[in-house]
């Protein structure tokens, strides 16, 4: 079956950086697109970033732009946020998902499969 597990979560300060995992397993990881979605403390999920199913193409919401890069790695089946420049703003957890399409949406419906999550929080 489908299985997404995301890690590398954890505390850091202001500035600081982490780098999250999302390990794919159950289907063709290469053969679709991924993302990157957060929820904030009494926030809905909102969209970070999305990646072609080959790589060469990124999409990013305007809030991270700059400061976190995904990449994928087709042949280890997993997927990286890196996050540098950390914010307060960016506590939140963190999920990867499947993308139903071709290139990924900011939309929640247009992913079929989410990981458990894993909480990141940058003190101020």
């Known amino acids: 079956q489908v299985q997404l597990v995301e890690s590398g979560g954890g505390l850091v300060q202001a500035g600081g950086s982490l780098r999250l995992s999302c390990a794919a397993s159950?289907?063709?990881?290469?053969?679709?697109?991924m993302g990157w979605f957060r929820q904030a403390p009494g926030k809905g999920r909102e969209f970070v970033v999305g990646i072609k199913w080959s790589g060469e193409s990124t999409y990013y919401a305007d809030s991270v732009k700059g400061r976190l890069t995904i990449s994928r790695d087709n042949v280890k089946n997993t997927m990286y946020l890196q996050m540098n420049s950390l914010k307060a703003e960016d506590t939140a957890v963190y999920y990867c998902?499947?993308?139903?399409?071709?290139?990924?949406?900011?939309?929640?419906?247009?992913?079929?499969?989410w990981g458990q999550g894993t909480q990141v929080t940058v003190s101020s």
């Open positions: 159950g289907y063709t990881f290469s053969r679709y697109s």
């Open positions: 998902a499947r993308a139903r399409t071709t290139v990924p949406t900011t939309t929640q419906r247009d992913y079929d499969y």
